[in-house]
Nanobody
Framework: QVQLVESGGGLVQPGGSLRLSCAASGITFSGYYMGWYRQAPGKQRELVAGITTGSNTNYADSVKGRFTISRDNAKNTVYLQMNSLKPEDTAVYYC????????WGQGTQVTVSS
């Protein structure tokens, strides 16, 4: 049984930082591309950042220079460090496993507001 469990969301002021974590089980984690997506109210889910099995990364233009994705294969965990947060970053953040997002977590809410 595959499980992806996100944590680390919350309420933060503009300019603040959060680090999201996604712990995976039931898959050979090191063999999967991992992605972080987000979905804001009334908007489509979008890819925020992705990391390959070789730790190559890609980012949405809107978060480049502010967000950093990383992975720890020993802990079966992928991270998303989010700095200089903006109100428009408010969304539910999901992690996924696989290039075609075969598996999804339940999501964690990130709210950026003063």
């Amino acid at each position: 049984q595959v499980q992806l469990v996100e944590s680390g969301g919350g309420l933060v002021q503009p300019g603040g930082s959060l680090r999201l974590s996604c712990a995976a089980s039931g898959i050979t984690f090191s063999g999967y591309y991992m992605g972080w997506y987000r979905q804001a109210p009334g908007k489509q889910r979008e890819l925020v950042a992705g990391i390959t099995t070789g730790s190559n990364t890609n980012y949405a233009d809107s978060v480049k220079g502010r967000f950093t994705i990383s992975r720890d294969n020993a802990k079966n965990t992928v991270y998303l460090q989010m700095n200089s947060l903006k109100p428009e970053d408010t969304a539910v953040y999901y992690c996924s496993a696989g290039r075609v997002a075969s598996y999804w977590g339940q999501g964690t809410q990130v709210t950026v507001s003063s």
